[in-house]
């Protein structure tokens, strides 16, 4: 049943060219054109919604930072983002004009669909990203738009993210060519590289061996920061949980910026830090960082975009993914963490597949 992997988290891992590959067929029509079949969204309702939030939990949850970046992008709408515990308790506002969008692999996680029983109650338009047809969120939704990851088993999220992504670009492509906010090359571009995702994460795939031996050297590190900004910095929380729920390291994300407001002062000498830097837009940001906190003495493992090799001067390790949008390196940034995590937990002989502690859907509060 695990296709001859060791565990099922690597498998996932693997199987996500082809979820990425199947999402992204199911919505698309004559090449280039998206289809939303199943999803009430007309033009005049997305000029109506003055404001979207986004409400999910853990893996979820940083599919949707990931998606806010998108939206307000693409389609130019504010976008909330919260995790649903707290979203459910603070009278948020809503109302008519509002599109909700809940983010749930199972389907079944308790404080999301409380926090969609929430929004709906206040008369909010319900769209969610479920991965389990005929799910209680996916039941209770307006509209569902499913991501065709397939089952997941590994406790530890990984294919169900990278779908989660594809359905946020392919929601904020579609809202933002509606509106008129994007152009038709623009569109035409993103369309196009989307669908060189599933090979280029192959890619990254084909030479998981670097990342193991990554993994090799630093197994028995006690903690590990990831930083990031824009996009990587969803990136970053991702990675770091990833990480933590099943290898049981201290981990920590933060977006690079706020570095400096506090959390440097835990850098020292041989502090292993992990840094996105795939933003052509914030790469020079980026390299700052990296000697900020270099100069107090860290172990920096880089991941940027090929040919980006400017990089190299600064940090002790970079991993490299195939050059992409700087909207779109989420869907391949992750991938090489996932990995890395991975190993590191399976060096550290941890039960990987179901973690301590952990359940793979929480149906309580
Ligand atoms: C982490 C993980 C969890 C889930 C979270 C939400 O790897 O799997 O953080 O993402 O419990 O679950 P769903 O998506 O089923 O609502």
């Not at 109506?48 to 970046?69: R, S």
């Not at 039941?139 to 397939?150: K, L, N």
Request: glycine fraction near 8%; charge should be negative; hydrophobic fraction near 40%.
């Amino acid at each position: 049943e695990k296709g001859g992997y060791e565990h099922f988290m690597l498998k996932e891992i693997h199987e996500q060219p082809k979820g990425l590959e199947d999402t992204l067929n199911k919505r698309l029509k004559d090449g280039n054109i998206i289809n939303l079949d199943g999803i009430n969204m007309t033009k005049k309702d997305i000029e109506g919604f003055n404001k979207v939030y986004i409400v999910a939990c853990g893996t979820a949850y940083h599919a949707g930072l990931v998606g806010k970046a998108a939206i307000e992008k693409m389609a130019r709408i504010p976008v909330e983002v919260d995790v649903a515990s707290e979203f459910r308790y603070r009278d948020p506002f809503v109302d008519e004009s509002t599109l909700f969008i809940a983010i749930s692999q199972s389907g079944e996680t308790l404080d999301t669909l409380a926090a969609l029983r929430e929004a709906k109650s206040k008369g909010a338009r319900i769209l969610s990203v479920v991965n389990v047809v005929g799910s209680s969120v996916a039941r209770e939704s307006d509209d569902v738009f499913y991501t065709w990851a397939g089952p997941e088993i590994s406790v530890a999220s990984t294919k169900a993210y990278t779908t989660q992504l594809m359905c946020m670009y392919l929601l904020a492509l579609y809202m933002g060519k509606e509106k008129g906010t994007i152009d038709g090359t623009y569109y035409a571009k993103v369309i196009e590289e989307l669908k060189t995702i599933p090979e280029k994460l192959q890619h990254i795939l084909d030479k998981e061996g670097d990342i193991e031996k990554l993994a090799d050297i630093f197994y028995k590190r006690e903690q590990v920061f990831f930083i990031g900004r824009g996009p990587d910095s969803g990136v970053a929380y991702e990675g770091s949980l990833k990480l933590k729920e099943i290898s049981y390291i201290n981990s920590f994300a933060i977006a690079a910026g706020e570095l400096k407001h506090g959390t440097i002062a835990l850098i020292e000498d041989d502090t292993l830090v992990i840094a996105l830097a795939t933003q052509d837009a914030l790469f020079e940001k980026m390299v700052s960082n990296v000697e900020e906190i270099k100069a107090r003495g860290a172990r920096v493992i880089a991941i940027a975009k090929e040919g980006n090799t400017e990089i190299e001067k600064k940090a002790d390790i970079v991993i490299y993914i195939p050059q992409c949008m700087d909207e779109l390196t989420p869907l391949l940034s992750v991938v090489p963490l996932q990995l890395f995590a991975y190993f590191v937990a399976k060096n550290r002989g941890c039960n990987i597949d179901k973690p301590k502690n952990l359940a793979k859907s929480v149906t309580v509060e």
